[in-house]
């Protein structure tokens, strides 16, 4: 399965920069680097040096100077890819890149595919297979939340967690299968009702694990929040104070918004997904309607829910909208954000103000067009995340393959727990377990095709 | 004028890669470093490692992992800037390359300027300004000609040059001012026929660097090649052929071509800038009539003049289009490209290979559209550059700055050789010489204010 050839490729930031680096590995990357390589030190060559070194000197083609060069050595099996890795470190002119690039071909190495770095450190055992697909993952992470997400992936958290969960199948397995040996005397080695209970843990694991996808997947691509109120209550200004920017349309005519406006912003370290609504009232406008019931959709999806509320209207009628979206609000955080306070009426204030909330709502007077006390509204936002974010210390699934199977195993447990409640037979048993455990193996690249391979890595870039 | 404080900057190309580095100078390089990292071996700190190692680790903040790295680290003087330098290989995610740099900046870094850390190499004694312009040109050259420049100039070629300049000044300045301090005596230590000799060459040599400068720039830009023709006759489609695009709008129509179009493309590592002209024909369209004195106009820009011609017209034709531009090309290289030749008249193409080439004057029968015979074209365009090239081997200026430096030289090197012939006294002599070295001073950097230095770096990309 190894394939033993030396592969290379410009592993920067494609374009031009003041460095860019050219990482070869495999076999024969230090004697392939010295055939391209001379010291300023006479007699000097890379093969002879010691690992974790830097060496100056000159990238040479024949008598042509191609560049000074920084060549970084690294040694199998202490290196990213358990191989030999020479990291050449290059002016970072695009025609530099590539002639060292073609120079190391010329020299027998290879164009690495996306990702065969990380693909060879998998096939040495440097790292499980999730951890591998994390190193995509830390390298596209756009927030400090999904960024940290990754980080512990990478580093072994996630696979931990899944180690510990075949721990406790191998432990289930032993008893079922002595069971097996043994099945022409229909003994009971395993006691069923602290299989059960074992069952039971694992079940819980997987599906905890499972359900940690939706957090997962929110966090990597931002908590959505819906910002929802009657026209011209001043949503889009809300959402233009949030991004900094003037993406949607404000203008003081009613129903501007029509479309779902999505964008994304970090918000201390941790990406927001706003959902500008079109303004919920009632209107012939066919076009406008449409755009309402996209409003109302789009709540169901949110984690957060602005409704935005003009302080100028009378209370009764504020009144009215609150308990409308109440009823349209299931368990998210709705936070009513009372606006234009600056030019609002004193008793709708005074009002809201009185108003008894809910748990899971909270009360924000606010002037969006001067910004004024859009902090506390922030706040309440990432104050509702970091309480989900507190099972952050568990570990949160991130990645769609690995939710597939966790799906599949948490399906097998399932079966097994139906198993042992409808006291079906040991080998039964023992066969849904296997599968359980197989799918876990999946997912750490115990069990793995190249198939599969080839699917995780192509998503890589070239360099990594 | 040496600032102390320790810069920091992100030395890859911006955006997502593989790998980012990000690069720290200064005193405080490995003390800002060791703030951040944390080595797996318990207790180890960089401060204590040696120069010129690898080390692999974490980069944190407080009890947080913003990454894996690798650090290299550089120790003064032994690094590229003269200082302490550490550089940190890190994911290439945007958000870990401004993090780790928001980190270094918390712990007593602050941004790099642009071309701060080769302007510290410059003040350090690393290199002289024109090595330290040379970096820049070297990280923007996109072709073979201008890299072996920018390199030969980093390198130090340029310099020695100067310098060599330099020392014949000195050797005439010494025997002229050695009369000013007997001047009361009306000696003549300096003979002035060895003097007048030597001016002449320290002229010839300024000359020659001077001039160097139109081929320096052409070969830095592109050799410029116009190709010219009647309508009709192919130009675009030789162009397209050439740049193997289908940049040039080619129709049958004639006149389809009014702008000069310019592209550059690379041919055996040369680069040449191609202007397609608009065909010359006798119109009444007006806006066609100034594409043609575009044309004209184009021509004695050019190093390389192609003339199409087709050869389905009668040689009479042929021959006066022919005459017509060897009226109006001077002494660059031209090229009788005679097209069409699959279709093209018997006696046409036999008068054409039977007629007699000038100097400077090449015949080449191609079919553009079939792309047939085109290497032929491109072999005759090469071989003339690499005429002037064989200069190559002497040193070509291809800096804006040193050619307006090496013109004032020149200058007042010439008021030396007037001064000669005129008899004036040694003092004004004198003056003219110190001038002389003055400029060149400014070359290497001998001599430099903060406003040139700050005009030179600010130039460069951030990082270098």
Same mark, same amino acid.
């Given at each position: 399965m190894l394939d033993q050839s030396t592969i290379c490729a410009i592993s920067?930031?494609?374009?031009?920069?003041?460095?860019?680096?050219?990482?070869?590995?495999?076999?024969?990357?230090?004697?392939?680097? *010295?055939?391209? !390589?001379?010291?300023?030190?006479?007699?000097?060559?890379?093969?002879?040096?010691?690992?974790?070194?830097?060496?100056?000197?000159?990238?040479?083609?024949?008598?042509?100077?191609?560049?000074?060069?920084?060549?970084?050595l690294f040694k199998a099996p202490h290196s990213f890819t358990g191989e030999d890795i020479v990291e050449i470190s290059c002016h970072g002119s695009v025609f530099i890149q590539q002639r060292i690039l073609e120079l190391l071909i010329e020299k027998g190495a290879r164009m690495a595919q996306p990702g065969e770095f990380t693909q060879r450190a998998f096939l040495n055992g440097k790292m499980d297979l999730s951890q591998a697909e994390a190193v995509a993952d830390v390298i596209a992470s756009s927030n400090a939340a999904s960024h940290r997400l990754a980080i512990n992936q990478m580093r072994g958290g996630f696979s931990n967690e899944i180690k510990?969960?075949?721990? &406790?199948?191998?432990?289930?397995?032993?008893?079922?299968?002595?069971?097996? *040996? !043994?099945?022409?005397?229909?003994?009971?080695?395993?006691?069923?009702?602290?299989?059960?209970?074992?069952?039971?843990?694992?079940?819980?694991?997987?599906?905890?694990?499972? *359900?940690?996808?939706?957090?997962g997947n929110v966090i990597k691509n931002g908590i959505p929040v819906a910002i929802v109120g009657e026209t011209n209550v001043g949503k889009s200004t809300l959402l233009n104070a949030l991004l900094n920017e003037d993406k949607a349309i404000v203008s003081e005519i009613h129903g501007t918004t029509r479309d779902v406006i999505e964008d994304v912003v970090n918000i201390h370290g941790t990406a927001f997904r706003f959902f500008d609504t079109a303004g919920i009232r009632e209107t012939n406008d066919h076009i406008e309607n449409l755009g309402i019931e996209r409003s109302y959709s789009k709540l169901d999806k949110a984690k957060v829910v602005l409704l935005v509320v003009d302080t100028q209207n009378p209370y009764s009628i504020v009144q009215g909208r609150i308990d409308k979206i109440r009823e349209r609000v299931n368990d998210q955080l709705l936070i009513f954000v009372a606006n234009k306070i600056d030019t609002g009426l004193k008793e709708t204030i005074q009002e809201l103000k009185r108003s008894v909330l809910n748990k899971n709502e909270k009360l924000v007077f606010i002037a969006a067009k001067d910004k004024e006390n859009l902090d506390e509204l922030i706040d309440h936002m990432v104050h509702a995340v970091n309480l989900d974010a507190a099972s952050q210390e568990d570990i949160i699934v991130t990645n769609a393959r690995h939710f597939e199977i966790l799906k599949n195993a948490h399906?097998?447990?399932?079966?097994?727990?139906?198993?042992?409640?409808?006291?079906?037979?040991?080998?039964?048993?023992?066969? *849904?377990?296997? &599968?359980?455990?197989?799918?876990?193996?999946?997912?750490?690249?115990?069990?793995?095709?190249? &198939?599969?391979?080839?699917?995780?890595?192509?998503?890589f870039c070239i360099g990594k």
């Amino acid at each position: 399965m190894l394939d033993q050839s030396t592969i290379c490729a410009i592993s920067t930031s494609p374009g031009v920069g003041a460095i860019a680096v050219i990482r070869l590995s495999g076999e024969k990357a230090i004697e392939i680097a *010295d055939a391209v !390589f001379r010291s300023p030190v006479k007699g000097k060559i890379l093969n002879r040096q010691e690992a974790n070194t830097l060496h100056f000197g000159q990238v040479i083609s024949g008598n042509e100077i191609i560049d000074e060069v920084v060549v970084s050595l690294f040694k199998a099996p202490h290196s990213f890819t358990g191989e030999d890795i020479v990291e050449i470190s290059c002016h970072g002119s695009v025609f530099i890149q590539q002639r060292i690039l073609e120079l190391l071909i010329e020299k027998g190495a290879r164009m690495a595919q996306p990702g065969e770095f990380t693909q060879r450190a998998f096939l040495n055992g440097k790292m499980d297979l999730s951890q591998a697909e994390a190193v995509a993952d830390v390298i596209a992470s756009s927030n400090a939340a999904s960024h940290r997400l990754a980080i512990n992936q990478m580093r072994g958290g996630f696979s931990n967690e899944i180690k510990k969960l075949r721990d &406790e199948m191998l432990h289930f397995t032993a008893m079922v299968e002595l069971e097996l *040996d !043994f099945s022409e005397e229909e003994v009971e080695f395993a006691n069923r009702t602290e299989l059960k209970k074992l069952t039971e843990r694992i079940e819980i694991l997987l599906r905890k694990l499972k *359900d940690s996808f939706q957090l997962g997947n929110v966090i990597k691509n931002g908590i959505p929040v819906a910002i929802v109120g009657e026209t011209n209550v001043g949503k889009s200004t809300l959402l233009n104070a949030l991004l900094n920017e003037d993406k949607a349309i404000v203008s003081e005519i009613h129903g501007t918004t029509r479309d779902v406006i999505e964008d994304v912003v970090n918000i201390h370290g941790t990406a927001f997904r706003f959902f500008d609504t079109a303004g919920i009232r009632e209107t012939n406008d066919h076009i406008e309607n449409l755009g309402i019931e996209r409003s109302y959709s789009k709540l169901d999806k949110a984690k957060v829910v602005l409704l935005v509320v003009d302080t100028q209207n009378p209370y009764s009628i504020v009144q009215g909208r609150i308990d409308k979206i109440r009823e349209r609000v299931n368990d998210q955080l709705l936070i009513f954000v009372a606006n234009k306070i600056d030019t609002g009426l004193k008793e709708t204030i005074q009002e809201l103000k009185r108003s008894v909330l809910n748990k899971n709502e909270k009360l924000v007077f606010i002037a969006a067009k001067d910004k004024e006390n859009l902090d506390e509204l922030i706040d309440h936002m990432v104050h509702a995340v970091n309480l989900d974010a507190a099972s952050q210390e568990d570990i949160i699934v991130t990645n769609a393959r690995h939710f597939e199977i966790l799906k599949n195993a948490h399906g097998a447990i399932r079966r097994v727990l139906n198993g042992l409640d409808s006291g079906i037979t040991g080998d039964f048993l023992a066969q *849904d377990i296997r &599968e359980c455990m197989h799918y876990l193996g999946e997912i750490t690249g115990e069990i793995s095709t190249h &198939e599969v391979l080839g699917h995780i890595f192509k998503n890589f870039c070239i360099g990594k």
